[in-house]
């Protein structure tokens, strides 16, 4: 049975930085944490610590040489006594420590880590990844991102949706132009999969209400600063939908459902979601954008200037455009079924701008089987490597739609950073490949 | 502006099959759903439908002859009123109906989806996916997958650890022998992460408890019921650990977490996880198993017999074995550090089993730069791969732990599944790479 070996002096409890205005002031605590920075002064040195919960001030008199092998990041466990001091951050600092390292004296980081903000180039901040995350405000930048995932999937479980895996390896058909990764499986050819569309479409046919986070991948050969080969999709799709409006519904909803989770970490970062996001035509969005009304599609300056146009009619960070060109989407996208209007046919497809930057992609799709066959041999699509999909379609499903999140945009947009690498994790693109 | 067109007949929205017997006897009713059974007597016929909620009846007595427009799995609209009747399902059934197909007529599925239970072969269940999970019992198995995920997620987020998002294109190193997938990527060779082992121990030192759940790619040449070329894997590691205690307790709460959300399912299925998941070590599992006290793992036979003494001795579905022979783990596995056991050295690497079958690995890891060096250079492991991830180490990481659970190895146990394949959406092997 368990060994758990008893502890040389008496156990005492981890007790975290933030927590520490709450200690009695006189106790005896208990800190593990990183080495923030040291200060040394004429009589006396600082040791500020971090850890996941903030930083703690410790106060060094007695023994100082021993600050040596506690350099910057070094991990330290520290028992002292808790007082208070006014002029410590918390009003709180730890005196007389006893300071165990808990590594090897950490070498110098590749930026200085205690500065109030990171100054390094992109190069810097992205090779030494698992070093620069650790700065407090590049941190924040994911726990919006951790905060945005939570606060999608509580609405979606609020709203009766299931969650879903699908494959990311998948034998052959792929449901846009979209450029895909070759995979070696097992002798034959299989493809990283750019999207679960397919397979969620299918899976409405199960579950009506499916929703998956997860990675997707594109062979993107363009090194923007919008484009990365992984990224984090944030898929939805729901049966028994009227038309795209409905799909616009839950998709307001979950918006609202991400931002408020953000808004909960008082970064000061959130999105003002209105009760409904205004709605414009595609052919309103160019004459708002002063394009001509033949464009096949939306530039980002137009997106830029319907952004604006957003905020300044309706003071919304957000705007929806529907009615896209169906020529311009992908094959399973439903025709537009609103009041007719001059111009190429329509769609009930749509797409939603952040401050004017599409952030989102989505609509109605087709449902049945004759408009698929339709569609496919209007558009010389061979529908023999579609044959497992359309099969679904041949069983029963009902009319449904759906759209897709980009994590990394949506971060992007609202921390303000200028490009989506910066808030992944560990970007991959056509030349990262690592850390 | 919005061009919702306004409906007609007047908008009466949707009852779902599961709230008809809280409606209003009298009152009518808007129904969408699958056509799950028609059955024909002499002057009636039942018409059963089926959404996500569950099954209604509708009693069609007038111009029956449009049923032939409505086989089993076609997606219809039904208006209708309701009525009591004790020998329906729920009490209830809707008379009168107006029925309007929202799709062609379906094809007669692969499977008779309402039997009660599902009698085909597992050929035909995979072949078929999209399909077969629309059986209410094989739903059900899925549904037990989804609540376990949310089980996951909400004890982690309550123990403030940090959701992450890993690359699952990797250049170059693996942390096991696992075989893996190659990747044409950008005209270089990556790979499919086996799993965010490095990742999720390099975020410790970020965040300090972190998880993800995600797919992970074993190139896996066997054909076995326990295999799949991807899976799910709900991934957790913790920093400022004392040992694997630590991290074992954090699983503990994670798998009751997790059998709680199945429980409230009402599925009947769940795992009773005790306020501590008994522990033995490695040398004592060989002992009970009755195999010789130098083998250096246990074989499936032997975690049987552990997984029946844990239920004989301590009731527990769950039982923990500890201090694996180091050698027979990932070279970051930390040295066992309980009192001295005769036999090979031993590591503070355990495995979890449920119900006798291996459901998680797990353990502390080595966190100091030196340790790493020492274990490379005796294993005769190249570090110039591992540059990237162990430069994180070098700039001070915690002692640390984390452990790994199959999210199908986990249904499958609870479901009483037979393979894997039965309980995954749609599985991966070496034959298999659609629909």
Redesign the interface.
């Known amino acids: 049975?368990?060994?758990?070996?008893p502890?040389t002096p008496p156990a005492l409890s981890?007790t975290l930085c933030s927590a520490l205005p709450d200690v009695p002031p006189g106790s005896e605590v208990l800190l593990?944490a990183?080495?923030h920075r040291r200060r040394e002064l004429a009589q006396v040195a600082f040791l500020v610590l971090r850890?996941?919960s903030g930083l703690a001030q410790v106060v060094v008199r007695e023994g100082r040489e021993r600050l040596a092998a506690l350099p910057e990041?070094?991990?330290v466990e520290v028992r002292g006594r808790v007082v208070q001091n006014d002029s410590a951050p918390g009003g709180v600092e730890v005196v007389d420590p006893v300071l165990t390292p808990?590594?090897?004296p950490?070498?110098t980081?590749p930026v200085e880590l205690w500065r109030p903000s990171l100054d390094a180039g992109l190069a810097t901040l992205l090779d030494?990844?698992?070093?620069t995350?650790?700065h407090p405000a590049r941190?924040r930048s994911?726990?919006v991102?951790?905060a945005s995932?939570?606060g999608f999937?509580a609405t979606l479980?609020g709203l009766?949706f299931?969650?879903?895996?699908?494959?990311?390896?998948?034998?052959?058909a792929t449901e846009t132009g979209a450029t895909v990764?070759?995979?070696?499986?097992?002798g034959?050819t299989?493809y990283?999969a750019q999207s679960p569309q397919l397979?969620k479409q299918?899976?409405v046919?199960?579950?009506?209400?499916v929703y998956e986070?997860?990675?997707v991948?594109r062979?993107e050969?363009h090194d923007t600063a919008r484009h990365l080969?992984?990224y984090?999709s944030l898929d939805v799709e729901l049966g028994?939908v009227?038309?795209h409006?409905d799909v616009l519904a839950v998709l307001r909803d979950v918006l609202a459902g991400m931002s408020a989770e953000v808004a909960a970490l008082g970064h000061g970062v959130e999105v003002a979601v209105p009760d409904?996001i205004?709605?414009?035509?595609f052919s309103e969005a160019l004459s708002i954008a002063g394009a001509p009304a033949d464009e096949p599609d939306l530039s980002p300056a137009h997106e830029r200037a319907v952004g604006a146009w957003a905020l300044a009619e309706h003071g919304s960070d957000l705007v929806a455009v529907?009615g896209y060109p169906l020529a311009a989407r992908p094959f399973y996208t439903h025709p537009w079924?609103?009041?007719e209007r001059p111009g190429a046919p329509g769609s009930n497809g749509f797409d939603v701008l952040l401050r004017g930057v599409e952030l989102v992609t989505g609509g109605q799709r087709l449902?049945?089987?004759?408009a698929y066959a339709a569609v496919m041999a209007e558009r010389g699509i061979d529908p023999a490597p579609y044959a497992?999909?359309l099969?679904?379609?041949?069983?029963?499903?009902?009319?449904h739609g759906g759209f897709a999140i980009g994590?990394e945009r949506w971060v992007s947009r609202l921390v303000g950073a200028a490009n989506v690498r910066e808030v992944t994790?560990?970007p991959?693109d056509?030349h990262r490949?690592?850390?």
Chains 1, 2 share one sequence.
């Open positions: 049975m368990s060994t758990q070996s502890s981890r593990r990183w080495v850890d996941r990041e070094t991990t808990l590594t090897e950490a070498e980081p030494h990844a698992a070093v995350w650790r941190r994911w726990e991102a951790a995932l939570r999937r479980d009766r299931t969650e879903v895996c699908t494959p990311k390896l998948v034998g052959g990764f070759e995979v070696d499986y097992f034959r299989a990283l397979h299918q899976l046919g199960v579950f009506e209400r986070v997860g990675p991948f062979a050969p080969a992984q984090t028994f009227e038309d409006h409904q205004p709605v414009v035509h529907e079924t609103g009041p449902h049945t089987p004759s497992d999909h099969r679904a379609f041949a069983h029963g499903m009902p009319p994590l994790l560990y991959r056509l490949l690592s850390p």
